[in-house]
């Protein structure tokens, strides 16, 4: 069986959906700034598999790319695909800006648990997954012994909170590195806590919103308590900026994805460990993609179908996820018998996928990064209490769906 889905993993890049060969250009928007080498190799085999086809593959900040690309569509100017954040798939399938995508029984079979249902709506798939992270906790281990503890596994939060009280009591540094600048990884640290408390944002099957939970309460509070061991003024900072506190040697720890280890100076002796769970729930993590969307009404849908499927197919995803330090977005290890993630380290990534929670599918996902964010700052700033913030963020959240 091994052997026969090798073959299809394969092959599956070379597989296309019989596009008419004429002379054309897919216009692609590829969120984050830069088109990452194992997507220009795709994009050269395209161009060479159809002889006249150009890919205009532009590259565009995380900051504007996703504003744009609905502007353009919105305004009858669509690009053929884009590589956005997931969480907007679900308003953009809704405003009927994107068409669906078919993603076969064998293939929806070799995803990680839990990816699916970040690109998943009304029984439609409305992207194809293309980059997948979970979240663990960086800790800086000469910060943590100058303090005078062991650098070990904090399991709770508890522990989590007296590591980096004693991090910032004892050492120039702050405990630990929070985010709470309104930025879409600021809501998604929180989900990291969240998930890791046996919370959740919203019932995907009935659309009820579970965010006004003890759970949530629970977890806001805790956002609050951590503020008061975390580096000055939170609300400044979204996660990348963390990592630069970190290689600096101004937090202890900070939560990060799997490429924070490559990202981190080579001197600070480090160790990565699972989110610590809080006092409801057990360790977790987010679990979280971003998608090739193909738009609708483009100069050519069927290129952009076929370009976007071998995107995310077969070798150029792997290579992809490996070059880049993704968690594994496919189960690689049904497919071939030699993976990057087998060590003790990129278990940490892998592991809590089984207990990881989705990112929410909301119609107007800004909406709901608002009232998530609303509440971390208002905790932060000292605006209301945990479980008037969370009932507010609920009113917030349900005005989304």
């Not at 969240?194 to 759970?215: C, H, K, M, Q, R």
Request: proline share 5%.
């Amino acid at each position: 069986m091994k052997n026969i889905k090798k073959a299809l993993f394969l092959a599956l890049i070379g597989a296309g959906f019989m596009a008419p060969v004429h002379a054309a250009e897919v216009h692609a928007i590829i969120c984050g700034g830069e088109i990452r080498p194992a997507d220009q190799v795709v994009f050269d085999a395209f161009e060479a598999k159809y002889p006249g086809v150009t890919v205009n593959a532009e590259a565009v900040p995380w900051g504007t790319c996703q504003d744009k690309s609905m502007t353009l569509a919105a305004a009858g100017d669509p690009v053929g695909l884009a590589y956005i954040g997931s969480r907007t798939l679900k308003q953009l399938g809704r405003s009927g800006l994107i068409v669906p995508v078919d993603i076969s029984d064998e293939m929806q079979a070799l995803y990680q648990p839990g990816v699916l249902a970040t690109v998943s709506d009304g029984g439609q798939f409305w992207g194809y997954p293309h980059a997948f992270s979970t979240k663990a906790l960086f800790i800086n281990c000469g910060l943590v012994e100058a303090a005078g503890e062991a650098c070990v596994a904090p399991r709770t939060w508890e522990g989590l909170y007296n590591m980096a009280k004693a991090v910032n009591d004892n050492t120039s540094a702050a405990g630990i590195g929070l985010a709470a600048k309104d930025f879409d990884n600021t809501m998604h640290q929180f989900l990291n806590y969240l998930y890791s408390n046996g919370g959740s944002v919203s019932n995907a099957d009935t659309g009820e919103i579970t965010f006004n939970s003890p759970e949530a309460v629970e977890t806001l509070a805790f956002i609050g308590k951590l503020a008061g061991v975390a580096q000055e003024g939170p609300s400044g900072y979204e996660r990348g900026q963390l990592t630069q506190l970190y290689n600096d040697g101004l937090i202890g720890m900070y939560i990060n994805g799997p490429w924070g280890g490559g990202q981190h100076n080579a001197n600070i002796a480090e160790i990565v460990v699972p989110v610590p769970a809080g006092p409801s729930g057990e360790s977790g993590t987010l679990l979280i993609t971003d998608s090739m969307a193909v738009f609708k009404g483009s100069a050519d849908e069927a290129l952009a179908m076929e370009l976007a499927q071998m995107m995310t197919s077969g070798e150029a995803q792997y290579d992809l996820d490996k070059s880049w330090g993704l968690t594994p977005i496919l189960q690689y290890d049904k497919m071939r018998d030699d993976v990057y993630y087998s060590t003790d380290y990129w278990q940490t990534f892998v592991e809590p996928i089984g207990r990881g929670g989705p990112e929410p599918m909301f119609e107007d996902f800004k909406a709901l990064q608002a009232g998530i964010n609303g509440a971390i700052q208002g905790i932060i700033l000292g605006d209301g209490s945990a479980a008037d913030l969370v009932a507010e963020a609920a009113e917030t959240l349900a005005e989304g769906l």
